[in-house]
């Protein structure tokens, strides 16, 4: 008899499908950029962290440390764990002009203002899972904000299936399951690794770093469909090598975050 246990005939039969087995458990092991195939989530906790903050703002590059320290704690401990940067445009007036602020930004605060009912847009604010916020340089208070969230599990369960990047356009096909009344799939575009050197307003002088940075926001209603595909458009400045796709759903009346997901465009971050 073989060692293998397989006898003469069966052999080429049964080792090529072992093959095809072993190969894809190795592609849910690890998955990569797009055009890796499907990427989910579970039903387990997870925290999305969404930090309102501008170049402009004295008090916010604390709040961007913090976030970065966050981020790579993340992408070594593989937590569940998905981190935005929101740069708002209200600071744009008051002496320097962050190039990475955008008015939907500032409107997507706004909304949480609304459906929080606290003191208000202000920076830096940090909100995780859409019903927690905070100022966004308080490490404590976030650190236990999200050792909360990843205590409960998910009640949406995401699925990303990325299409090769042509041009600077993404194909995407995604799936929701898990809910019951309309939700909004939010496809967030960050980019990591970014700096820039103020020469004017509160920052005047110093060098800030960014990680996480919202490049580009998408949202889809999920009315009456938990499927569908979309097309990311990636803008011309941001290094793909050093972006990731950020999928959350969520709920538009309450802002909870019920679920969420990460694709990389390069190497494997989150």
């Known amino acids: ?54 170049e402009g703002c ?13 981020a790579e704690e993340s992408r ?11 740069h708002v445009d209200y600071w744009d007036r008051l002496g320097w002009k962050d190039r990475f602020s955008d008015p939907a930004f500032t409107a997507r605060q706004e909304e949480y203002a609304q459906a929080l009912g606290g003191t208000g847009a ?14 966004g340089s308080a490490e404590s208070r976030a650190r236990r904000s999200i050792s909360s969230a990843l205590a409960r599990p998910a009640a949406a369960q995401v ?52 990680e996480n940075v919202v490049r580009h926001l998408e949202t889809v209603s999920l009315s009456g469909a938990g499927s569908g595909r979309a097309e990311i458009q990636i803008p011309d400045s941001v290094a793909l090598a050093h972006a990731s796709l950020i999928a959350f759903v969520q709920d538009p009346k309450s802002g909870a975050i019920l679920g969420a997901t990460a694709v990389d465009l390069g190497p494997p971050h989150r």
């Open 58 to 70: 004295s008090s916010c590059p604390p709040a961007d440390a913090l976030l970065g320290r966050l």
């Open 159 to 210: 699925t990303l299936t990325p299409g090769e990047i042509r041009g600077r356009t993404l194909p995407l096909g995604y799936s929701v399951a898990g809910t019951r009344t309309p939700e909004l799939l939010r496809l967030a575009l960050v980019e990591r690794g970014l700096s820039t050197q103020v020469a004017g307003g509160e920052n005047a002088g110093r060098r800030l770093t960014h």
């Open 1 to 54: 008899m073989d060692p293998s246990g397989i006898q003469g005939s069966e052999a080429p039969r049964i080792l090529p499908r072992i093959i095809l087995l072993l190969t894809s458990l190795i592609l849910l092991e690890f998955p990569g950029g797009s055009g890796s195939g499907a990427l989910a989530s579970s039903d387990r906790g997870f925290a999305v962290v969404e930090l309102f903050t501008s």
């Open 122 to 135: 202000y920076t830096p604010q940090m909100i995780v899972n859409g019903r927690d916020e905070f100022v």
């Open 76 to 86: 070594s401990g593989g937590r569940s764990i998905y981190l935005l940067a929101y």
